[in-house]
């Protein structure tokens, strides 16, 4: 992942549409565009 991205994810702003990202179910998912990355566990 780059650091673009990591700052994106950081502000919870999608890297994809710049639109609000949710937690959902262990992901985060833009409700918009459907951008989504889980976090392995």
């Known amino acids: 992942m780059n650091e ?3 700052e994106f994810l ?4 999608c ?6 990202l949710a937690h959902k ?5 833009c ?3 459907g ?3 889980c ?3």
């Open 25 to 29: 179910e262990g992901c985060i998912e």
């Open 15 to 20: 890297p994809n549409c710049k639109n609000k």
């Open 4 to 6: 673009e991205i990591k």
């Open 39 to 41: 976090e392995e566990a």
């Open 35 to 37: 951008w989504s990355m």
């Open 10 to 13: 950081k502000q919870g702003i």
């Open 31 to 33: 409700e918009f565009c």
